[in-house]
């Protein structure tokens, strides 16, 4: 992986956003792939040797700030990378839905390496923004691969370039990043069809919590999305939450519930039954033993005078 370059400073944001001239289109590439996989070291040459600005979800904290970076970009009208995993089809829609809006050529390149070989590189890999250690990273990348989604030319992207481990660079030269900018400009996508199009200019779907995510470190990003954002909790009785539903009637007993409140102790629920040994019918009390009987039949002891 090459050395990481200083972050490019853009200017403060325009008010209205830069109109794209006809003879000149920003360009965003989205990059996508499993965790190692390579889209790093591809970001980091297209920065270094070809001008394009690096937008990283792992630097720039979560997907908001990134969005905003890459509009900013476009709005100077300049080139940028995105720097993401993008799992799925939703994920890469923001980035289509974007470009589009600000006039861009939005292509995508697919970084086709297979599991075994990201994961023997996270195995060599010392540094990251965010994976401090092999077993972090290797967790990751199990659930991106379970959760990963290959990129269709149907998503909006006018270009798309599946990249395999035999066509990427190392090191990424200025020769090769412009070749495999020529073999993206001739990976052109068919022309969307009328849903397809109808689909892509729909108004993405509003998510609510997230469902569970790689975990709870700077960089994990949730799998899946609920269905909403869980009910308020009434406040408690010092002002913390109240637990979610009280507690039933088999819960009571001595002491105090957890909204500070004392409980009763349970009602009897019935005579004692008595105890069934083996040979007695139920409900019967149990056999006295012989020997019981015969003492209980001898003349009571008459102390001598």
Known sequence: MLA???????????SAPAPQSAARRSHLIVLCGLVGSGKSTLAD????HCNYMRACQDQLQDRRSTID????????????????????AAQRAHWVRLGRSMGAQVDCIEFDTPREVCAERLRLRTTHETLHSVDQAL??????SRDYRTPRPSEGFEHLLPLKPAGQAHP?????CEAVLASLAQAACPPLTAAEQQALDAPPPATGARGRGRGSAPGYRGRG????????????????PMPWREPRAFEAGPG??????????????????????????????????LELLHAAAQPPHQPQT
């Open 4 to 14: 990481p370059q200083p972050a490019l400073v853009l200017a403060p944001e325009p």
């Open 69 to 88: 970076f890459v509009r900013r970009a476009l709005q100077q009208q300049r080139d940028v990378v995105v720097d993401r995993t993008n799992v799925d």
């Open 172 to 176: 990424w030269t200025r020769d090769a």
């Open 225 to 240: 999305r609920g269905a909403g954002p869980p009910p308020p909790r009434p406040a408690g009785p010092i002002g913390g």
């Open 256 to 289: 105090y519930h957890m909204d500070g409140t004392a409980a009763a102790r349970p009602a009897p629920r019935g005579p004692v039954q008595p105890q069934r040994v083996l040979g007695a019918p139920p409900g019967q009390p149990p056999p006295v033993p």
């Open 45 to 48: 040459a297209l920065q270094l």
């Open 139 to 144: 967790f990751v990348l199990n659930t991106f």
